[in-house]
């Protein structure tokens, strides 16, 4: 699709991704004398209102601007940098952290109340009972 030929044996595959590799490992971007992107040039058509059209004077006006003062400023930066991932696996983290205590001593909580209620149940039940003796004749 590329004309780029594909690895059909093993061998040539290993050699293509560590050629890549070391490609990657060794370039750095401030060594690149990349042509520039685009090249072009740019035409606009205007009408000087302080011209005058007469019918009487038939001849053309042409005004040349040359642009010679145009700076081009192409400048390169990461998307995200690796401070940025830092800083969100954190607050994930923290996230999840202060969830999994939140829920933890909800779980505590909800214990506690569970044996506070039994053990007031049980003791209201003992405080009704009424101790039956067998009556002998």
């Known amino acids: 699709m590329l ?5 059909n044996d093993t061998e040539t595959s290993i050699y293509s991704n560590a050629t890549t590799y070391r490609i990657l490992a060794e370039f750095t971007w401030h060594q690149c004398a990349c042509p520039r992107l685009c090249t072009g040039l740019s035409f606009s058509i205007s009408q000087d209102a302080n011209w005058m059209y007469s019918a009487k004077i038939s001849f053309l006006r042409i005004l040349l601007i040359f642009q010679d003062a145009t700076i081009d400023i192409i400048s ?13 696996i954190g607050s994930i983290l923290g996230l999840m952290l202060g969830i999994c205590i939140l829920t ?34």
Do not use: H, W
Not at 3 to 7: F, H, L, V
Not at 76 to 88: F, I, V
Not at 112 to 137: D, G, Q
């Open 3 to 7: 004309g780029i030929p594909d690895c």
């Open 76 to 88: 390169e930066y990461y998307a995200y940098t690796m401070m940025s991932l830092l800083c969100d």
């Open 104 to 137: 933890f001593i909800q779980i505590i909580e909800v214990a506690f109340y569970f044996l506070k209620n039994k053990i007031k149940n049980e003791n209201k039940t003992r405080k009704n009972v009424i101790k039956v003796s067998a009556i002998s004749n």
